[in-house]
């Protein structure tokens, strides 16, 4: 692993890169990102309908990926919203949409499911879009930031620790992203959980950074192990880090 290439890919939105090809009318990074999208299309409406789904068999998937196609279309980069909270506003509504008409809302339970996103058709009517879509990233940021919250604190980290121990050089928080990101994808986050201890030696062995570094950079390692590991729900968060990533 490259230590520094991560932030890019994992802390940003993973979709994005397909989408300024696709305005300028490349069709065939549409159907790529289409294609890459299906797991999360998979996530957000097995997630709405409280069950596993199969796109063998069940039409609330191809609902889902009609409307993962309407959100490349109506997607506005200067919306300032990340494109993958979008789809997933977008393909919540019509999947919504599709159970009320078949009759089966019945069958979903709404006090345990993730309905708060969701368009309706009325929203759409009576007010404008570009409101609605605001009021409701607005909502899913602070429940994005509380939740964050919640997890920070249960590895004994503050919103005031974060801040105070975020690196101000970029190359610094590009090698503490990297270590992260060895954690996450060596399936040693579970275990740094229980154990609230970072891999040091694990960790230093396979990246090549010093166990002073991340023991300095403790904190702010397990803060972007966490947004990493619950990707799906930070991605709000993940689009603002990477974003923090640019400065010096």
């Known amino acids: 692993m490259i230590q520094g290439e991560c932030d890019a890919v994992l802390l940003g939105d993973e979709f994005e890169s397909h989408i300024a090809a696709i305005k300028d009318g490349d069709e065939a990074s549409r159907e790529k990102l289409i294609n890459e999208a299906r797991p999360f299309i998979v996530g957000v409406t097995g997630r709405l309908c409280g069950r ?46 599709y159970l009320r008409r078949e009759s089966r809302w019945n069958k979903v339970d709404l006090a345990s499911q993730e309905t708060s996103g969701a368009l309706d058709k009325s929203a759409e009517l009576n007010a404008s879009w570009e409101q609605y879509v605001s009021e409701i990233v607005d909502q899913e940021r602070k429940e994005e930031i509380l939740i964050y919250s919640n997890r920070l604190s249960q590895l004994g980290i503050s919103f005031t620790d974060l801040v105070n121990v975020s690196p101000r050089h970029k190359d610094t928080r590009k090698t503490l992203i990297a270590a992260a990101q060895f954690i996450v994808e060596t399936n040693l986050y579970p275990e740094l959980l229980r154990s609230n201890r970072l891999p040091l030696k694990e960790v230093s062995a396979a990246t ?13 390692i397990l803060a972007v192990s966490t947004l990493l590991y619950y990707r799906e729900e930070f991605i709000y968060l993940r689009a603002y880090i990477k974003q923090a990533q640019g400065g010096d």
């Not at 889902?64 to 990340?82: H, Y």
């Not at 090549?208 to 702010?220: C, T």
């Open 208 to 220: 090549g950074i010093s166990r002073k570094v991340l023991e300095r950079g403790r904190k702010y």
């Open 52 to 97: 596993s789904l199969s796109w063998a068999s069940d039409d609330e998937l191809s609902v889902g990926l009609i409307a993962f196609n309407e959100a490349i279309d109506r997607f506005k980069t200067d919306q300032g919203v990340p494109f993958t909270a979008f789809a997933r506003l977008v393909i919540r509504s019509r999947v919504t949409d």
